[in-house]
């Protein structure tokens, strides 16, 4: 029994010696692989270092402290971390392992002066935390270069290669540095998760909060901004479109590429050390896509400015504008929604319901805001086939300092929209207590002829005070008219294939005064008449002729106003005067009937539309052959008579 015990006590001993020789033996191997990887990272031409390298054999967890890497030539991102520890460690094989954990404390990145801007920017990392983490053994070299597209490159290219159910990060620090032309900050984000990363891809990504300070540097006066956005949520990232924009053999890629699925926040908060204060409900943007053949950064960067106290000259300024137009035509967006904002100004505090974009219409809905006048309200304004790329193209053409704008560059204004709506409006009328009120503002065109609309509607609904300063409505101030409600629908369309323009119809409804109508048509109408060269287009007006003319005035108070004013203008009783009128009409009516009996018609059915009140009164012209457009209206300007003779004339008139 004696030599039974002794033996079990020897083997027992036998087996310690072996297990911590054993674990001796692995630890420095542990050592060995580490310090083999920071080699290679010396032999790149960095600076690598690190402290104590542990192993424990049981659990699997390497973990190595004080790291610090310095790309070293052209220095220009120096990483530092306290630890890392890697549980439940293994190769999976020959390029790759992995970790049921990884734990990293004390991480800070600097990168030093980088791009054309020279930012300098830090981010420091307290704790981050990696489940179920593959990646590969041996990382790649840092780039030594100067570019700041090779830096992004290798980060996204490493993001790609690893894998982890999640990532969980409680803070992280980012500081700032422009300079002092274009101002430093700090932003702090709280409660960073991402969950299911792989291939460059991440599931969700969470974020508590993000707070951040900005010193703004302006002319004669410096800024200091300072906010707060909670709950920021990032839905199906895919780092892999970035990417290939980033690689120069990608540069023919056209196809749209899914960066972001869903973009959120909750609320924001802006405040300024000048006073301001802005509040935002949240956030939302959907289906972000870029195209790699336009989205190039690598272009970007380049046209950023070296020296930023040169400006940038006329020809620099337009081909930058170009460049940026062509990047935003790498961006597809299907939906943005900015929800309730308040501005807080020393003036009052302005309101907005509302911003939305989506499908090429770009809206602001619910303003509510002061102005000098009084308070200003807006139900919705709307620009349609928004796009921004067009947009910039058009104003870089207005940007030659000293020249005015050609035609033709503004009438780009009509290849940038097709549109614009503003609807609900309440606004104080100059300097009185009245307001107007618009219920609609509607303008939509198309079917453009170079840079000219053949095609367009225009509708007004709105009640506007009048203005007893203006000459023009002195008459209906006189009159004790004190408004005018307006309502217009303008619509004119040109049919190349017929050569046919018609206007139908242009109706403008002056409330409690008149309704008038218009009706006309031209044929033979060529495209040359678009043209923006004045000659060519006299030229080619030489062959419009003249269609139907037809026209109509309604009576809701006109009448009675013109007699009131001319009663009071010759101190006459309004009877008297309407009778003067109507004899002032016959007279001069029967000028007319000498040279062209058929205008007997028309003078009787104005005579008779003055004689009674709230009578509709309508004239149609036919033409009684081909009249020409243009030789139409030199006759109208020297002898009107003459040319009433070239068309039927009927007139009516009906309560």
């Known amino acids: 029994m004696k030599r039974i015990l002794i033996g079990l006590i020897v083997a027992a001993v036998l087996a310690a010696g072996g297990w911590f020789g054993f674990n001796l033996y692995v630890q420095h191997r542990a050592t060995a692989e580490v310090e083999a990887a920071f080699e290679r990272l010396r032999a790149g031409g960095a600076k690598a270092s690190h402290g104590k390298v542990a192993f424990e054999l049981s659990s699997r967890t390497l973990t190595v402290e004080d790291v610090a890497v310095d790309p070293g030539n052209q220095s220009q991102a120096l990483v530092k971390i306290g630890a890392i520890k890697s549980t439940g460690i293994r190769q999976v094989d020959e390029t790759r392992f992995a970790a049921d954990s990884i734990d990293i404390s004390g991480f800070e990145v600097a990168l030093d002066e980088v791009g054309p801007g020279k930012l300098k ?20 070299s840092a780039p030594t270069s100067g570019s700041l597209i ?50 460059g891809k991440v599931d969700a990504m969470k974020t508590d909060r993000a707070t951040f300070t900005i ?56 405040k300024s050390a000048q006073g301001m204060r802005m509040d935002i409900d ?9 195209q790699p053949s336009k989205f190039r950064l690598a272009e970007m960067f380049a046209l950023l400015p070296q020296d930023k106290s040169a400006p940038p000259t006329p020809a620099q300024a337009r081909e930058l504008l170009e460049k940026v137009a062509g990047f935003y035509e790498g961006i597809r967006i299907g939906k943005v929604e900015i929800g309730k904002t308040s501005v ?4 009052g505090t302005g309101k907005i319901n509302a911003v939305r974009y989506r499908q090429g219409e770009f809206a602001v809905e619910g303003v509510d805001a ?13 620009l349609k086939s928004f796009s921004m790329p067009n947009l910039m193209r058009w104003a870089a053409g207005l940007a030659t300092p000293g020249q005015v704008p050609s035609p033709d560059q503004m009438l780009g204004l009509f290849r940038v929209l097709e549109g614009a709506e503003i609807k609900g409006v309440v606004a104080p009328f100059k300097n009185t207590r009245q307001l107007v009120t618009i219920d609609t503002i ?39 008219v004190d408004k005018l409600a307006i309502d217009l629908d303008l619509g004119a369309a040109w049919t190349e294939s017929s050569g046919a323009f018609a206007l139908t119809p242009a109706t403008i409804d ?57 009663a009071r203008i010759q101190n006459v009783s309004r009877d008297a005067a309407r009778s003067a009128i109507v004899e002032m009409i016959r007279a001069q009516g029967e000028k007319v009937t000498t040279a062209n009996l058929d205008a007997k018609p028309a003078v009787d059915a104005i005579a008779g539309f003055v004689a009674t009140s709230g009578q509709t009164l309508t004239i149609k012209l036919t033409p009684l052959g081909k009249v020409p457009m243009l030789q139409l209206m030199d006759v109208l300007n020297h002898e009107p008579i003459v040319a009433l003779a070239q068309f039927r004339i009927e007139a009516s008139t009906g309560l």
């Open 121 to 140: 920017i830090s981010y420091k990392i307290p704790q981050m935390t990696l489940r179920d983490y593959a990646g590969p053994l041996h990382l790649q």
């Open 150 to 199: 090779d830096v992004y490159r290798f980060v996204l290219d490493q993001f790609a290669s690893v894998t982890a159910t999640s990532v969980t990060v409680p803070s992280i620090n980012v500081n700032f540095d422009a300079g002092s032309s274009s101002g430093s900050g700090e932003v702090v984000y709280s409660g960073l998760a991402l969950q299911n990363l792989g291939r």
């Open 215 to 270: 010193n703004v540097q302006q002319p004669g006066k410096a800024d200091k901004l300072t906010g707060e956005i909670s709950t920021i949520i990032v839905n199906d990232f895919d780092s892999t479109p970035i990417l290939a924009a980033l690689d120069p053999q990608m540069s023919g890629d056209d196809s749209y590429r899914r960066v972001y699925r869903q973009i959120s926040t909750g609320p924001y908060v802006l």
């Open 282 to 290: 949240g956030f939302a943007m959907e289906d972000i896509d870029v």
């Open 344 to 347: 807080g100004t020393p003036q």
């Open 370 to 382: 002061p102005s000098p006048q009084g308070q200003f309200k807006m139900e919705r304004f709307a």
């Open 442 to 480: 509607s303008l939509n065109w198309g079917q453009l002829v170079g840079s000219i609309p053949s095609k367009a509607n225009l509708v007004v609904k709105m009640v506007t005070p009048t203005d007893p300063t203006s000459p023009a409505q002195r008459a209906l101030t006189m009159a004790g």
């Open 510 to 566: 002056l409330g409690n005064l008149a309704k008038a109508q218009a009706r006309f048509a031209l044929a033979n109408v060529p495209r040359g008449v678009f043209s923006l060269d004045a000659a060519q287009a006299m030229g080619q007006a030489a062959q419009i002729e003249t269609g139907a003319i037809e026209l109509s005035l309604h009576d809701s108070g006109v009448v009675d106003l013109v007699v009131a004013q001319f």
